[in-house]
């Protein structure tokens, strides 16, 4: 089935997640979002996530304060680190194009009512723009989690060597996570997955603590990978 078929199949399905959590008595309560640390936007609601071309650091920051956002008020649904349970569509294949963002926008400020039923509730007032625009931001880049587990091998060898410490050079090290983080692709086309490899490449800096920090990140990661 072609991609963007699947994607519009499974978007319906989004609806029947929060009735399916309501029935089993599960919390529905929006927790608040801090997004002190994200760039203005304007009034205006936009229709294209904004996060995507402010540079690294914001883009960042934006996965970060969407990851939290994510997990206190849609993972319930839409299952833990986006990775869907079958009971709700997996939104790490929304295209982070103007198309998906667009659908995801008008679902994230409005909610979903069916019959006088709220089927997805409207966060938009009550989070506002930034915080949409971080969770959105989280969801499109996560990674593939085959291709993590495809380069499984590599990365507990550089995890390995990360952790015995010694004399090693940074700069090959960071090169070799750098050219494995290329390889591994979001599910919804946008350019970079926020992968383990990404992250573990990025804090290295030649120091003991960063080669820790690393080898941490990758530990982590691999194991929630499993």
């Known amino acids: 089935m072609p991609r963007k078929t699947r994607i519009l199949a499974t978007l319906g399905a989004i609806a029947a997640a929060v009735s399916i959590a309501q029935a089993a008595g599960l919390p529905l309560d929006i927790q608040a979002v801090n997004t002190d640390a994200l760039p203005e936007l304007e009034e205006e609601w936009l229709t294209v996530n ?9 883009w960042q920051q934006a996965i970060e304060i969407g990851a939290s956002g994510y997990n206190q008020n849609c993972a319930r649904c839409h299952g833990l680190g ?18 998906g963002d667009e659908w995801y926008m008008e679902r994230f400020r409005h909610g979903f009512t069916q019959n006088g039923v709220t089927r997805m509730p409207a966060f938009g007032e ?16 996560r990674p593939d989690e085959e291709a993590v587990s495809a380069k499984s091998a590599e990365l507990k060898a ?3 060597t990360l952790s015995d410490g010694g004399d090693l050079d940074a700069e090959a090290i960071r090169a070799e996570l750098s050219g494995i983080a290329e390889e591994i692709e979001t599910l919804s086309g ?3 997955a926020d992968s383990i490899a990404y992250r573990a490449a990025h804090v290295i800096d030649g120091t003991p603590e960063s080669y820790h920090k690393a080898a941490e990140t990758l530990t982590v990661g691999l194991s929630a990978a499993q």
């Open 50 to 58: 904004p996060y995507r071309d402010q540079g690294e650091e914001v």
């Open 190 to 192: 946008a350019p970079i």
């Open 158 to 160: 550089l995890r390995d």
């Open 82 to 99: 986006a990775v869907s349970g079958g009971l709700a569509p997996d939104l790490r294949f929304l295209e982070a194009e103007e198309y």
């Open 126 to 141: 009550l989070l506002g723009q930034k915080a949409a625009w971080a969770i959105r931001t989280y969801l499109e880049t």
